[in-house]
């Protein structure tokens, strides 16, 4: 028999194996705090799914039984009939991977679900395979249930500590451009017509359909206009919004101000006659707006006034 604290594991593993069949977006933030509250959650569930696969031989033949041979799906009703307990859990698994069959077969799910954040949100989440991924604010990422070894970022910032695995990469894809794993930790940010990677650890490699190149710790890349531009930084500084601090070398103000609102939900306004300046430092994100906002100005050397929605930051 199963330890009780393992069958419970189980159990709750089959009910996420279920409820994720709708992918809504706050089952797949429940899920991704429940598996990573435990390590052991995330073996537990792989089981679960490789059961599920084992049985559709079972389930098709259970679809195709005669119509009055029914399972009770009431599990209250099982301690009626004490002499049949032990067969309540299999037919309960049974009966919930046949519906979750016949769901997909019916062409009514996409495996495809997204998780979104708000300007000034940062969110947290690992997927099946151990992959780690932290979204900034104001992003969006497209990934697959099927399929944890893929991701689309739509648009934002995002950092992946990836499970590498040689024979399956893990591959982001970010409009025509792949970013693909070599085993390593990168930060990728999506904007207007510009893609930034930067590696912290390990390698990738970016493709774009007509070039190849790896990148190493260290190594940055900017691709947009028709062009790539590759750069380097210090590793210790790559991802520092996620350990909230922004580290900028030389740095245009438009990207300081659009840095500020992913992170703290800040509307920034620059005047006209800054919005080229460039800036070199460090801005620490902690504390409260009030106090960020006198930080940035004295940093900056500028004027930070709170306005009805946010910041206007001029000479």
Known sequence: MQPLAEQTMRDAAIAWHLRLSDGSDA???????????DPRHNDIYEAVCDADLALEPAVEIAREAPAEVEVDPFPEMAQL?????????????????????????SGLLSSDYSVRTAPGETRTFALSDGTRIVL????EIVLDKSDPRVATLKGGEAQFTVSHDAARPFTLSVGDQRIVDVGTVFNVRSGKDV????????????????????????DTLDAGSGSIVEGSKPAAEIGGWTRGRLVYHDAPMVEVAADITRARGIAVELGSDISHRRFSGVIQLDGDDVSLQKRVGTLLGLKVTATADGWSITR
Do not use: H, I, K, Q
């Open 81 to 105: 009939r004490p002499a049949r307990r032990w067969m309540w859990p299999a037919m309960a698994a049974s009966v919930a991977f046949a519906a979750l069959g016949t769901w997909a077969g």
């Open 27 to 37: 089952d797949w933030g429940g899920f991704a705090d429940w598996l990573e509250a």
């Open 136 to 139: 900034n604010g104001g992003t």
């Open 195 to 218: 893609l930034r990677v930067e590696v912290a650890e390990g390698a990738v490699r970016f493709e774009d359909g007509m070039t190849r190149l790896r990148l190493n710790a260290g």
